[in-house]
DNA sequence: TCTCTTGCTACATTTACTGTAGCAACATGC
DNA sequence: GCATGTTGCTACAGTAAATGTAGCAAGAGA
């Protein structure tokens, strides 16, 4: 529908380590993007449900997180609309999940 | 040693929900908060030799970052000097270790 | 056609991070 | 006792990223 920031270029200091793992840990570490997986976790929702979900994040970052998350392959748009994780997507989310019941457990 | 920003206020949208995951992904969805626990998985770390394995992130936000990462109880300064994981933050640590091979098997 | 929802963008304002410099406190060596 | 080097940490100007509000084009349904 558009053509989205040709992103590719920008990338925080340590992403190019050639370390996988930093490459993984800088993109989650932008605002919203664990966020967004999460809310994804068991169904896919529509940019504006997505938003709700995200307590009215604004519809900027979440579009460039989205686009980043599509561009690594964890999130993808279906065809009737809406985004949803990608088969990938769905074992990383996975694999942080344990974060909930720690994130129980901790509290505050 | 300081009294360091009294943090406690500032909080991204979404972390006063109640739901204790939302305030997790929101602390650990800020730069560098991710990669400073990575680096200090397997041992303790100086301020400055924090600073070197996170390719010279600035300063500012490594002692933002580990200001509130220490206000969660995920990492503390140790009276020998140098910031190491506590009980807690190990536990987390641990929890979001999958990444490692999640991201050794994803490449990009 | 009018209405509603979809994905997505523009843009001015505010907030967060970067980069560089440097401080006070404490060691160590000389 | 006085450089030298380290620690944790801060200041501050400049730049990049996020927020908030508005709104667009395209498609679906009535």
Partial sequence: ???QTSSRSRSVRGSRTG??????LDLLGRR??????????DAPLTSRGLRTA???ASPTVLQ????ELREAGFVELGEAGGYGLTALGRE???TFMPLHRFAERWKR
């Fill in 32 to 41: 919203w993007a664990l966020r967004i997986l999460w809310e994804l976790r």
């Fill in 64 to 67: 460039a997180r989205l686009s």
């Fill in 92 to 94: 990383l989310c996975e």
């Fill in 19 to 24: 370390r996988p793992i930093m490459a993984l």
């Fill in 54 to 56: 995200c307590d009215e």
């Fill in 1 to 3: 529908m558009a053509k």
